[in-house]
């Protein structure tokens, strides 16, 4: 199976070709799956090399002209080092576009706490207007992205080494019922779900599916908390509590509780594999199975 990645330079690819209005900007990262588009297109190809603020930047010229910038290299530089740029030359300049992350949380656990972000989505929350998707296969990636493209907003599509092993419905735009119960409701968001739903195996507890968390979709929520005991546990692939704020605030009215799982602030400062760093995050099927029901008891 090709990767998130590789699905989304086949597929940006085609879309250069579409759409006269679309740019791409790199710096260097996936630069030699473009090598073709960027022979066809050297007007709306461009690689920055190593300069990320310049790449945010740059695309913000862009979007300032009527163009659709895609902007992508790994989430530690595409979101944390320009950030400023992302804050100024989008938001304050009110200008849209799309950034299409890779290497998640941690997707190259060898090229050490760089090349880690598990904050990225947590630091997009503190801007205004921002979709995001956190797809969970490469087929998911290639919807959203080709929604993104589509769209007019600004959007930050976040890809990941780590995939579930089929692609799953997908709603539109919100979260999708996979499993019902009565006792919980479970949210699962992107690559978490395969675990999710191996952890959850013969629990009494609905299991909603998450591939855009912002807006983050406080109607399904409400509507699946009322059919079970309003006990709420986030199951995400960045950066642990990240979205209990956005959960509250749509159970307000509601008696609830909310257990954030994911990435935790402690760096863990091995190299390992992708598994062993979920294992090491309490993110595996038997770690969820026992952190779950430790809450539900």
């Known amino acids: 199976m090709d990767t998130m990645r590789d699905r989304f330079i086949a597929t940006a690819d085609r879309l250069l070709d579409d759409d006269p209005r679309l740019a791409l900007l790199l710096a260097e990262i996936s630069k030699d799956g473009f090598q073709q588009a960027l022979r066809r297109h050297p007007d709306r190809v461009i690689n920055v090399g190593i300069r990320e603020q310049l790449l945010i930047g740059a695309g913000g010229g862009m979007a300032l002209t009527g163009m659709r910038p895609i902007m992508h290299t790994f989430a530690s530089f595409l979101v944390e080092r320009p950030f400023e740029q992302l804050k100024l030359d989008f938001g304050h300049q009110g200008v849209h576009g799309v950034l299409v992350s890779a290497g998640g949380s941690y997707d190259w656990p060898s090229g050490g706490f760089t090349h880690m972000s598990p904050g990225d989505v947590a630091l997009m929350d503190t801007l205004e207007g921002w979709t995001v998707h956190v797809p969970g296969h490469p087929d998911e990636?290639?919807?959203?992205?080709?929604?993104?493209?589509?769209?007019?907003?600004?959007?930050?599509?976040?890809?990941?080494?780590?995939?579930?092993?089929?692609a799953h419905p997908m709603a539109r735009s919100g979260f999708t019922v996979?499993?019902?119960?009565?006792?919980?409701?479970?949210?699962?968001?992107?690559?978490?779900?395969?675990?999710?739903?191996?952890?959850?195996?013969?629990?009494?507890?609905t299991?909603?599916?998450?591939?855009?968390?912002?807006?983050?979709?406080?109607?399904?929520?409400?509507?699946?908390?009322?059919?079970?005991?309003?006990?709420?546990?986030l199951v995400e692939p960045y950066l642990a509590g990240t979205s209990t704020a956005a959960a509250n605030d749509a159970l307000a009215e509601v008696p609830h509780r909310v257990l954030g799982l994911g990435i935790g602030r402690r760096e863990l400062r091995r190299y390992g594999t992708i598994e062993e760093h979920l294992a090491g995050q309490g993110l595996d099927p038997a770690s969820l199975r026992a952190r779950i029901t430790t809450f539900l008891r």
């Open 141 to 166: 990636a290639e919807t959203l992205l080709r929604q993104a493209v589509a769209s007019e907003g600004s959007v930050y599509v976040r890809l990941s080494v780590h995939s579930n092993a089929s």
């Open 207 to 233: 299991v909603l599916y998450a591939t855009t968390v912002r807006p983050f979709d406080g109607t399904t929520l409400r509507r699946a908390v009322a059919g079970a005991r309003p006990d709420v546990v």
């Open 178 to 205: 996979l499993r019902e119960g009565s006792r919980a409701v479970v949210v699962a968001v992107g690559p978490m779900l395969d675990d999710v739903l191996a952890a959850t195996e013969g629990l009494d507890v």
